[in-house]
T-cell receptor, first 113, second 113 residues
Framework: GENVEQHPSTLSVQEGDSAVIKCTYS??????FPWYKQELGKRPQLIID?????GEKKDQRIAVTLNKTAKHFSLHITETQPEDSAVYFC????????????FGDGTTLTVKP | DAGITQSPRHKVTETGTPVTLRCHQT?????MYWYRQDPGHGLRLIHY???????DKGEVSDGYSVSRSKTEDFLLTLESATSSQTSVYFC????????????FGPGTRLTVT
């Protein structure tokens, strides 16, 4: 089955700096890569996603890049703010018919004011 | 929130007792999923459903069963709860045909003593 590794597990940045979280996946058939943000005690919420036919996608301060050859994708957050502090999860969809995804173990991002 | 609710939101139960968690959705989504979330493990798929009476196992299905007798309800049952099943359980749906975007319910915190 699919295996997704996420790094780093914790990340601390100063407000205004950029943050980068990286994920690698094992199944070359995976074709959809979402990122979720989970605040303490809340549900995971989709913040951005990318499909395998696209190399980069941007939404305001958030961007995701995908390298299919190397089988890795990254989340980039620019001009970080304290409200960006949360746990971020990447995922890879490996079964299109059933919508089955494998998640990374999460990155706890702390943005210090 | 894609019209997803979970009940109960919190439950404490004793080892060996049966427990049923309910996921209810109001928007006629075909695909529904049950995940568990534990510290350091991200989200792991327990079971999923692709229609009424159509279900299949995920990566951590041992000790769990599911049922879906109508589109709006997806039930997760722990036949005989164990302490290792103490976790936060999230239900999720995929938003529509041709979409892979997952939306999560608010979660159920289950403690098995």
């Amino acid at each position: 089955g699919e295996n997704v590794e996420q790094h780093p597990s914790t990340l601390s940045v100063q407000e205004g700096d950029s943050a980068v979280i990286k994920c690698t996946y094992s199944d070359s058939a995976s074709n959809y890569f979402p990122w979720y943000k989970q605040e303490l005690g809340k549900r995971p919420q989709l913040i951005i996603d990318i499909r395998s036919n696209v190399g980069e996608k941007k939404d305001q301060r958030i961007a995701v890049t995908l390298n299919k050859t190397a089988k890795h994708f990254s989340l980039h957050i620019t001009e970080t703010q304290p409200e960006d502090s949360a746990v971020y999860f990447c995922a890879a969809l490996y079964n299109t018919n059933a919508g089955k995804s494998t998640f990374g173990d999460g990155t706890t991002l702390t943005v210090k004011p | 929130d894609a019209g997803i609710t979970q009940s109960p939101r919190h439950k404490v139960t004793e080892t060996g007792t049966p427990v049923t968690l309910r996921c209810h959705q109001t928007e006629n989504h075909r695909y529904m999923y049950w995940y568990r979330q534990d510290p350091g493990h991200g989200l792991r798929l327990i079971h999923y459903s692709y229609g009424v009476k159509d279900t299949d196992k995920g990566e951590v299905s041992d000790g769990y069963s599911v049922s879906r007798s109508k589109t709006e309800d997806f039930l997760l049952t722990l036949e005989s709860a164990t302490s290792s099943q103490t976790s936060v359980y999230f239900c999720a749906i995929i938003s529509g045909p041709g979409s892979y975007e997952q939306y999560f319910g608010p979660g159920t915190r289950l403690t098995v003593t």
